[in-house]
């Protein structure tokens, strides 16, 4: 018979198999840390998993980023493929589409102790059915018509190749579930239906194949969301019929907006959609989507763009797509140390107010016990505090480091664009107030805006900045030009020091009198790093031709009202 895993000398082996139908949620994430997690702190094993058998939807490409994700996250497993090629461990494939005579003959075990069928009814019949119990407001559960064809004629009739599926003979009894994280549950008879373990195209269903790999590959502890948990029922009784040893299960509840709905990548398309509809934007902005596609997605509000033309039409609106798979929080700049830290905490508690910790920290420490029952809330002003947070604790040359490997990998041409004097300068003086890697990328686009293309929008800071105040900004600015001509050499010490001086004499010692016009006349706003670092960045020819053209624009804009 088999027995409970649970036993305090079972080696503790842990697996994450997620589906490659797309990237990496954060709650994926979640899980696969906490598997982690406990296998390292036991001296366990970590196993990774591919579950790939719903052909539609897998991709090898999905296969690959999760596991860059996961590696990313610095969760090394120790079975499964290996991102370099080939796999480790001895119980592979680790590739479900590539187990199939393993389940197999599995399936045969079952078929031949009749505790299996093969069913032969049609899409069309299934329906009518669920339509039936849909119209009489109960539950459909499949009434076993394929088991009315004689077992010898069923055999026959799949053996000449007529279309079919294979469904478990569910025993009738209730089923308890006990879990490590929810305590203990059951399924009253009946709940269970004889449902399909081997679809059509011959490819077995989830819960098939998860029973068997996790049997073949000594998964003794099982982690997922609580939306499994009532797989589990489905999962014990194949178990028992086909001579397994139960694993521990633990559910791990769901991770929510602070709204309380579920984290989705729908809710990237609700972001540009409200920006969409708020600005009645009716056409895509250029070289952006195909208008037929927008037109379509705009004009049905259940259709979703695809991630490629979501994401090239929010950098074309400006609009900050809400991180929600892994790939989402590594491009928006945050470490991944941040992110497992973060992630810990939604879900489970190391006790004594601690919040923050390493994965170090983590293997040592996590307990099943500290896990909370009820949904956590993703909190992103907390996690882009936690960033900052790390950020400034790290070395000015670590902080170098992490950004130029990040600018390698999402921002080659701003890179590219920038000597290295230019770059470490920009980097120095953004470190004290950056929240994330990407942020410096993205505020600092005044640095690669063509000198003849920069425009000063006259916003309020703008409008005070320059025209209030006697004398005003805007005659300051004709006043410093000649200063900023023979400043030498124009590096940030000596601007600072010929400003300084400067400010002393015509603004009474107000250098900010000074410093803002000079913002907004290089850089088209009002912020942007200290105000000598972003004079040097630019350097001399650029800054006067940018403060020329400011000039003319700003006194033609001054004299029309």
């Not at 609009?319 to 905490?345: H, K, M, T």
């Not at 500290?370 to 996690?383: I, N, S, Y």
């Not at 030009?481 to 001086?501: D, I, M, N, V, Y």
């Amino acid at each position: 018979m088999p027995t409970p895993t649970d036993q305090p000398d079972h080696p503790v082996v842990t697996r994450f198999a997620p589906s490659p139908t797309g990237d990496l949620h954060v709650g994926g994430a979640r899980t696969a840390l906490f598997c982690w997690a406990y296998a390292r702190g036991r001296e366990g094993a970590f196993v990774l998993r591919i579950e790939d058998t719903d052909r539609k939807r897998s991709s090898a490409g999905a296969a690959r980023e999760a596991m860059r994700d996961l590696a990313w996250l610095g969760l090394d497993w120790d079975q499964g493929p290996d991102p370099a090629g080939g796999e480790r461990g001895d119980h592979g494939p680790y590739f479900q589409s590539e187990r199939l005579p393993i389940y197999e003959t599995h399936l045969e075990r079952l078929l031949e102790a009749d505790r299996a069928y093969h069913a032969f009814d049609t899409a069309e019949e299934l329906d009518a059915k669920r339509a039936a119990a849909r119209a009489q407001k109960v539950a459909y559960r499949y009434d076993r018509a394929g088991l009315e064809v004689p077992r010898a004629e069923r055999l026959a009739r799949a053996a000449a190749g007529e279309p079919h599926v294979i469904r478990f003979r569910t025993p009738d009894r209730p089923v308890v579930i006990t879990d490590a994280v929810l305590g203990e549950a059951t399924l009253p008879a009946g709940e269970v239906d004889d449902f399909i373990i081997r679809k059509a195209d011959g490819f077995p269903t989830y819960h098939f194949a998860v029973v068997v790999d996790d049997a073949l590959m000594g998964c003794s502890w099982v982690f997922r969301a609580q939306e499994h948990f009532n797989n589990t029922a489905k999962h014990l009784l194949l178990q028992e019929a086909l001579g397994f040893d139960h694993p521990t299960y633990a559910h791990f509840p769901l991770i929510m907006n602070p709204d309380g709905s579920k984290m989705s990548k729908r809710d990237k398309d609700k972001a540009v959609r409200a920006e969409v509809r708020q600005r009645g934007i009716e056409a895509p902005p250029p070289d952006s989507i195909d208008p037929g596609t927008f037109s379509a997605w705009l004009s049905d509000k259940k259709a979703q763009l695809d991630h490629d033309d979501l994401v090239r039409l929010a950098a074309a609106l400006d609009v900050q797509l809400p991180e929600i798979n892994v790939r989402d929080f590594r491009r928006s700049g945050y470490l991944p140390e941040v992110l497992c830290n973060f992630l810990a905490l939604n879900g489970w508690s190391p006790g004594d107010d601690l919040e923050k910790f390493d994965n170090a920290f983590l293997a040592r420490s996590f307990e099943l016990g500290r896990v909370q029952k009820t949904a956590a809330r993703f909190d992103r002003d907390k996690l882009l505090a936690f960033n900052l947070d790390a950020i400034q604790a790290m070395s000015p040359e670590a902080f170098l480091d992490r950004v130029r490997a990040h600018g390698e990998r999402y921002h080659p041409d701003f890179l590219a664009r920038l000597g290295d004097r230019q770059f470490e300068l920009l980097v120095e003086s953004s470190r004290e107030r950056s929240k994330t890697l990407d942020e410096l990328f993205r505020t600092n686009h005044w640095l690669l805006e063509d000198d003849e293309r920069l425009a000063w929008p006259v916003t309020k800071p703008v409008r005070k900045a320059m025209f209030k105040g006697e004398p005003t900004g805007l005659s300051l600015l004709a006043e410093v030009r000649a200063l900023l001509e023979g400043t030498e050499p124009f590096e940030s010490g000596h601007l600072e020091t010929a400003l300084g001086a400067w400010a002393a004499e015509h603004c009474e010692g107000n250098l900010g009198r000074i410093a803002q016009p000079l913002r907004i006349a290089v850089t088209g706003g009002p912020v942007s790093p200290p105000i000598f670092d972003t004079l040097e960045m630019l350097g001399r020819e650029r800054v006067l031709r940018r403060l020329d053209r400011c000039l003319e624009s700003l006194s033609a804009t001054e004299e029309a009202g």
